[in-house]
């Protein structure tokens, strides 16, 4: 078979993206504190759910989330995937596990990046604790966390959080 008759089974196309993000008040809200090392969330006016990180209205009622209300960086692992295949703009020793972690006072799922631990380990209602980068490093971002590490809490069961799932 000559070149121009082989079929075509792959096309490398390289695309770079700048953009500029404008926060709104709750995101700005959000991002101020994680530049003190402080996780906010914003409660619905409505229902009183808090979400992290806030987005200004309730997804579930359409209400106001104008409280703010400091969260602890510990959580809860709801599900997690561990990542096999890399990722030009990830610089993170594959294989790696990232997990949705409900934050201790939060009513939402936050993405986070487990370390510390096998992750064959890693498992639905491990206890975590974030891990922060050393505070002269922060700035106006959540990478402020480098990851989330395994602690020495009792898991919680999964009938306990299986309505966050």
């Not at 075509?8 to 770079?16: E, L, N």
């Not at 009183?48 to 997804?59: E, M, Q």
């Not at 209400?63 to 209300?69: D, G, L, N, Q, V």
């Not at 096998?118 to 498992?123: A, M």
Request: glycine share 8%; hydrophobic share 35%; net charge negative.
């Amino acid at each position: 078979m000559s070149e121009e008759n082989e079929p075509i089974t792959r096309i490398i196309t390289p695309v770079h993206v700048e953009y500029t993000y404008t926060p709104g008040v709750a995101s700005e809200r959000f991002l101020r504190g994680v530049r003190e090392g402080k996780l906010l969330g914003g409660a619905c006016d409505a229902c009183g759910r808090v979400y992290v990180p806030s987005r200004g209205a309730c997804p579930r009622c359409a209400a106001p989330t104008s409280e703010f209300r400091e969260l602890s960086d510990k959580g809860t692992v709801i599900t997690f995937c561990v990542v096999r295949v890399p990722a030009e703009n990830i610089d993170v020793e594959l294989p790696y596990c990232t997990a949705s972690i409900l934050l201790d006072g939060a009513d939402i799922s936050f993405t986070g990046l487990i370390q510390g631990c096998p992750f064959e380990e890693v498992r639905i209602g491990m206890r975590v604790q974030a891990v922060w980068k050393p505070e002269a490093e922060w700035d106006f971002s959540i990478g402020n966390i480098q990851h989330f590490e395994p602690n020495s809490e009792a898991d919680v069961p999964f009938e306990d959080i299986k309505e966050y799932s």
